[in-house]
């Protein structure tokens, strides 16, 4: 019996293709769920607990809340029994994705380019495999010398480079880096599509944009695409929904940490679980995992350059200011509420996307050990999390014909920060010498008044 069943088993490795050991969620379903009293938060609770369903929002049972939302994912065989219970209870529910699988196959790129098409034109509505990622850094640097260099920043568990891009152009003036990282959470793909993004805005546009150009001649941007390299490849070759890093723990029965609950900052303390098979594990002790400590170390190093600090993710369109549990706010908070309001106010400018602006503990849900708070802690005056595209209705399965707009409005309010940092934070007055905005329409004023007189 034993020998029978070790055959079967390596029969089912040897399967080529889409039917490998990947992780399939056909007909699974994501309910939409506001419930309306503490009872039936109550046996929201209990039904996720004695089924094991999975949570998208919020990520931990104890968070279900009455009046807010609910997005829960039930696997198929469940639906049911799920839909049967909620009824007896008089919990009304909305079908939010009637087919995980489906939703998941669509954000799959129709063909899959080849290296040679990445070299021809690399398409940026279109999601990509980690090994495109990489080819396309070192295309980006080797089109953009002048500009670009690829810079190593650490290994991760599974033995694989990191390295962030850095835009800057040459100088002796003094300048201040933004910092931004996508891909932290492996399933939350619109996050490093952005990041792809964001380089080639930059670059395409810096001769032509005089507000880039200007940008660059004091601000060097250090861009992350993939934090989390090793979940993004497993959540592209094996679990699409797959969140946390991949380094084993309990002996391997269990693995991954999440790694946005792993930096120091009230690490362990709220919104995370001690258990390794949760998603929110926050790892052994701070900075457990290689990716967080890699991060660390180097923005610890970079500190005071660095005036402002992006860590994007979807979803739920936000953008989440320092702290995630409720410590005392920020000294510099009202400065955060300001600076996020306006990025928001231009992003909704774009498309009309409505994006929420606060901290989690007011906004989401308690959380700690974040890179956000981190970075905040240790003196970095920007810190915000961006959560993309979308509310719910395709969740971490953001199709990819909605890349593009999510790019186009996410860029809109990252310029506008970039442009408060650049008003506000450069060293030495560069401002006034580069007659910039701000400046700009007094010194049109004092132009135009020799010109009346
Ligand atoms: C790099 O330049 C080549 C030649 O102009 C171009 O075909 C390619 O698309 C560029 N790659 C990227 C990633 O921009
Ligand atoms: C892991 O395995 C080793 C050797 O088999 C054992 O001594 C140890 O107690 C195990 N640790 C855990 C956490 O299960
Ligand atoms: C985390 O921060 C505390 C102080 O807040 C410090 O004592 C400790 O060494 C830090 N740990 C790491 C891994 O940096
Ligand atoms: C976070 O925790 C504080 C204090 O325990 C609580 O008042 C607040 O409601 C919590 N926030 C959320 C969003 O649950
Ligand atoms: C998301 O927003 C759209 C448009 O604003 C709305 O129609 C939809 O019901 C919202 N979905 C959820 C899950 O809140």
Not at 143 to 168: A, C, D, H, K
Not at 228 to 233: A, K, V
């Amino acid at each position: 019996m034993w020998l029978s069943l070790g055959i079967v088993f390596s029969l089912g490795m040897l399967i080529p293709g889409k039917l490998s050991l990947k992780l399939q969620y056909d007909r699974d379903q994501v309910l939409h769920i506001v419930p309306e009293t503490f009872q039936q938060v109550q046996h929201l609770q209990l039904l996720h607990s004695t089924l094991l369903l999975d949570l998208w929002k919020p990520l931990m049972p104890e968070d279900i809340t009455a009046g807010e939302d609910l997005h829960i994912r039930v696997p198929a065989p469940l639906v049911q029994e799920v839909k049967d219970s909620l009824d007896q209870h008089m919990i009304s529910y909305r079908v939010l994705i009637p087919d995980v699988q489906e939703l998941a196959d669509l954000s799959m790129p129709r063909e899959r380019s080849s290296h040679k098409q990445v070299r021809e034109g690399y398409v940026y509505t279109q999601y990509h495999p980690m090994e495109e990622i990489y080819e396309w850094m070192t295309q980006i640097q080797e089109n953009y010398s002048e500009l670009v260099t690829q810079n190593f920043l650490g290994m991760t568990f599974e033995n694989r480079p990191m390295y962030y891009l850095q835009i800057s152009q040459p100088s002796n003036k003094p300048k201040k880096i933004i910092w931004m990282d996508c891909g932290i959470h492996a399933r939350e793909w619109i996050s490093p599509a952005f990041c792809q993004w964001f380089v080639k805005e930059i670059l395409q546009n810096y001769k032509s944009d005089p507000k880039i150009r200007r940008f660059l001649q004091h601000l060097d941007l250090y861009v992350l695409p993939v934090l989390n390299i090793d979940g993004y490849i497993y959540s592209w070759k094996t679990d699409r929904l797959w969140r946390k890093n991949r380094s084993p723990y309990m002996n391997g029965t269990c693995y991954g940490t999440d790694l946005n609950r792993n930096f120091n900052s009230s690490w362990g303390s709220i919104g995370v679980s001690f258990d390794c098979s949760s998603n929110v594990f926050c790892g052994s002790e701070p900075e457990s995992e290689p990716e967080t400590r890699a991060v660390a170390e180097f923005i610890r190093r970079k500190k005071s350059d660095i005036a402002c600090f992006l860590t994007i993710h979807s979803y739920g369109q936000l953008i989440l200011s320092p702290y995630g549990s409720t410590t005392k706010p920020p000294s510099n908070n009202e400065e955060l509420m300001q600076v996020g309001k306006k990025a928001a106010a231009a992003l909704t400018g774009k498309y009309g996307t409505s994006y929420k602006v606060g901290p989690p503990s007011l906004i989401l849900y308690n959380n700690s050990g974040s890179s956000r708070d981190w970075a905040h802690m240790i003196g970095i005056p920007l810190s915000y999390t961006f959560e993309l595209r979308d509310n719910g209705t395709y969740g971490f399965l953001l199709p990819a014909d909605q890349i593009q707009p999510t790019c186009e409005e996410t860029m809109l309010a990252v310029t506008t920060i970039m442009d408060y940092v650049y008003q506000e934070y450069l060293p030495g007055g560069a401002v006034v010498l580069t007659c910039s905005s701000l400046a700009l329409s007094l010194c049109l004023s004092i132009v135009l008044t020799w010109t009346v007189y």
